[in-house]
């Protein structure tokens, strides 16, 4: 599974952006999907994650209600819909895959072994 992440951008506070995870290569059947994001000096963040088969999902509690994770199954294309965003979420965000993952690790990096390179979303105040 290789991945790549899109659509970051630089947007004023109160917009919205919509990025989206494409796999080459392989399809998503069978993963679980997270969204990751990480500002200079901070950890690794967790932001949500969807299981492609059914498609359930997880976010983050101080990010629900804002940020939708979603996918398309025709475009083998997992997406993250942000809203109202805030200057605090500036960041590059990533995604990243699992293909057998423990459902109380959903939020730790390490739980996932494909990356993709990031994509950076900046917000003015």
């Known amino acids: 599974v290789q991945l790549q992440a899109s659509g970051g951008g630089l947007v004023q506070a109160g917009a919205s952006l919509r990025l989206s995870c494409v796999s080459s290569g392989s399809t998503f059947r069978g993963y679980n999907v997270g969204w990751f994001r990480q500002s200079p000096g901070k950890e690794r963040e967790f932001v949500a994650n969807l299981k492609w088969n059914g498609g359930t999902t997880i976010y983050a509690d101080s990010l629900k209600g804002r940020f939708t994770i979603s996918r398309d199954i025709t475009k083998n294309t997992v997406y993250l819909q942000m809203n109202s965003l805030k200057p605090d979420d500036t960041a590059v965000y990533h995604c990243?895959?699992?293909?057998?993952?423990?459902?109380?690790?959903?939020?730790?990096?390490?739980?996932?072994?494909?990356w993709g390179q990031g994509t950076l979303v900046t917000v003015s105040s």
């Open positions: 990243a895959a699992s293909s057998s993952i423990i459902w109380s690790q959903i939020g730790v990096p390490s739980s996932y072994e494909h």
